[in-house]
């Protein structure tokens, strides 16, 4: 695993569709395992020198989709990154959070 810094615009392109989120929490799951490696069918393997893709809860920065609004909380597909931009919202699932349970709850127990 390498940890890179670098210096980025926080700011989605012109007319872009997706979204820009701040990752708050991220999965570690079992089926990661497979990924690492070359021989599991079911699933594709991780790229090197990419981000490592899972499930994440999110803060919506910016959106050019109109289901989802700057503040929302959001669960879906997320690179093991501090921000993500996606190009697509599907898969991306508002989160109508209340306070008595705790966000990180979305990358398992109530991710479905």
């Given at each position: 695993?390498?940890?890179?810094?670098?210096?980025?615009?926080?700011?989605?392109?012109?007319?872009?569709?997706?979204?820009l989120l701040k990752n708050l929490?991220?999965?570690?799951?079992?089926?990661?395992?497979?990924?690492?490696?070359?021989?599991?069918?079911?699933?594709?393997?991780?790229?090197?020198?990419?981000?490592?893709?899972?499930?994440?809860?999110?803060?919506?920065?910016?959106?050019?989709?109109?289901?989802?609004?700057?503040?929302?909380?959001?669960?879906?597909?997320?690179?093991?990154?501090?921000?993500?931009?996606?190009?697509?919202?599907?898969?991306?699932?508002?989160?109508?959070?209340?306070?008595?349970?705790?966000?990180?709850?979305?990358?398992?127990?109530?991710?479905?």
């Amino acid at each position: 695993m390498t940890i890179t810094s670098s210096t980025l615009k926080l700011k989605l392109p012109q007319s872009s569709k997706g979204v820009l989120l701040k990752n708050l929490y991220l999965s570690c799951d079992p089926y990661m395992r497979g990924r690492m490696s070359q021989r599991e069918p079911y699933v594709d393997s991780f790229n090197p020198g990419s981000p490592i893709t899972g499930y994440g809860v999110c803060k919506v920065l910016e959106s050019g989709d109109p289901n989802f609004n700057e503040g929302d909380f959001v669960w879906g597909m997320t690179g093991w990154e501090e921000y993500t931009i996606l190009n697509s919202t599907q898969g991306l699932f508002k989160i109508q959070h209340t306070t008595d349970i705790p966000l990180s709850y979305y990358t398992g127990i109530l991710e479905t």
